[in-house]
């Protein structure tokens, strides 16, 4: 077991470009997570999937960024138009299913807007 | 709307000295509780969960947790530390569905100095 796998590790991006992170949740988990992490606003969530579809993006930018899963194999985070404020660690989590399992956390994408 | 308060943004110990990190929490339904840890440029780790029982509840590497649902309290100790346990310590709040996921704290980092 792999565990989550995010690719790539780290991203430089110029402003106004468009930056897409990988995720490849646990074999047989059910639910992925994705969360935004910086040193000001600590861990945010983001938006998660279940059984590959989309349940709840509230925590999402409307505007530039966007979220699939096309198969149970992976997905994706898709950023347009980049702005230094995006720049942080971006982690993505993956869960078998149930109110009390386990979040198992990939290593991150850290993302550099410059 | 549910809620984690880590008071403590940093705490520097001894080696072999114990430690105890504070976590409040608020939630509205029943709370899943967890300790994740994070070392540099890694993913979060799980060191342990409370769901019910024993408000005890021990976790990996010598780490053990109480859980007080008066005090809204979920504390993390360990009796003696390592260097190796120098890292940013999470709360995690899960309201026990999957609507946004998982609450976190702001978290505290632990430095352990010889």
């Known amino acids: 077991n792999a565990g989550v796998i995010q690719t790539p590790r780290h991203k430089v991006t110029g402003k106004g470009q468009e930056a897409t992170l990988w995720c490849e949740p646990i074999s047989g988990h059910s639910a992925v997570f994705w969360y935004r992490q910086t040193i000001v606003q600590g861990l945010e969530f983001l938006t998660y999937f279940r059984n590959q579809a989309p349940i709840d993006d509230s925590g999402m930018p409307k505007e530039r960024f966007s979220a699939q899963m096309p198969n149970q194999s992976h997905s994706t985070l898709k950023i347009q138009s980049t702005q230094p404020q995006d720049s942080a660690v971006y982690l993505c989590?993956?869960?078998?299913?149930?109110?009390?399992?386990?979040?198992?956390f990939g290593s991150g994408t850290r993302l550099l807007v410059i | 709307a549910q809620s984690v308060t880590q008071p403590d943004a940093r705490v520097t110990v001894s080696e072999g000295a114990s430690l105890q990190l504070r976590c409040k929490y608020s939630s509205s339904g029943t709370p899943y509780l967890f300790w994740y840890v994070q070392y540099p440029r890694q993913g979060l780790q799980l060191l342990l969960k409370?769901?019910?029982?024993?408000?005890v509840v021990q976790g990996v590497n010598g780490f053990e947790a109480e859980f007080s649902k008066s005090n809204s309290s979920f504390h993390l100790r360990k009796a003696s530390v390592h260097w190796s346990d120098s890292a940013v310590y999470f709360c995690v709040l899960s309201g026990g569905d999957y609507a946004q996921g998982l609450t976190f704290g702001l978290g505290t980092r632990v430095s352990v100095f010889p």
């Open positions: 989590a993956s869960s078998s299913g149930g109110a009390n399992s386990d979040y198992t």
């Open positions: 409370y769901y019910s029982g024993d408000p």
